[in-house]
């Protein structure tokens, strides 16, 4: 079975590990917060891993630099409510500063990847316009 383009990409690869760092930690959540931060949380974590891989989707350069820019924004999401959660006392700072690093890490990683994907489509419309 020959993977799709998706997931070649390290950024998604990185992403997913985030989004599983995610659920373990969130996992110690209180219960009550089942259907509020947890749940948010989550979605957001997974958004960044989707909209990459929809990105890749789409035809035209600009359309998978927007999901990437989405990427990014929920990629913002998970780190505000990381903060969130250590603000309520849900996670230790310890933990939220172990995590960190690999949000850096993705946010660096998309953000090479949009500049790669804008560049590539001026490149293609200045040859177009030729």
């Known amino acids: 079975m020959r ?3 998706f997931e070649k990409l390290d950024v998604w690869q990185r992403s997913r590990l985030l989004t599983e760092n995610i659920y373990k930690l969130s996992g110690d959540f ?3 917060e089942r259907y509020g931060l947890t749940s948010q949380l989550r979605r957001s974590a997974v958004s960044v891993s989707s ?5 890749t989707s789409r035809h035209s350069g600009k359309d998978k630099a927007r ?3 989405i990427a990014y924004g929920s990629l913002m999401e998970v780190l505000n409510q990381l903060i969130t959660a250590n603000d309520l006392e849900f996670i230790k700072e310890s933990e939220l500063n172990e995590i960190r690093p690999l949000i850096e890490e993705i946010g660096n990683k998309l953000n090479a990847l949009y500049n ?3 560049n590539r489509t001026n490149r293609t ?4 316009h030729q």
């Open 3 to 5: 993977p799709f383009s």
């Open 116 to 118: 790669f994907q804008i």
């Open 51 to 55: 909209n990459i891989a929809e990105g």
């Open 30 to 32: 209180p219960p009550e």
């Open 67 to 69: 999901f990437t820019e």
């Open 125 to 128: 419309n200045k040859q177009i």
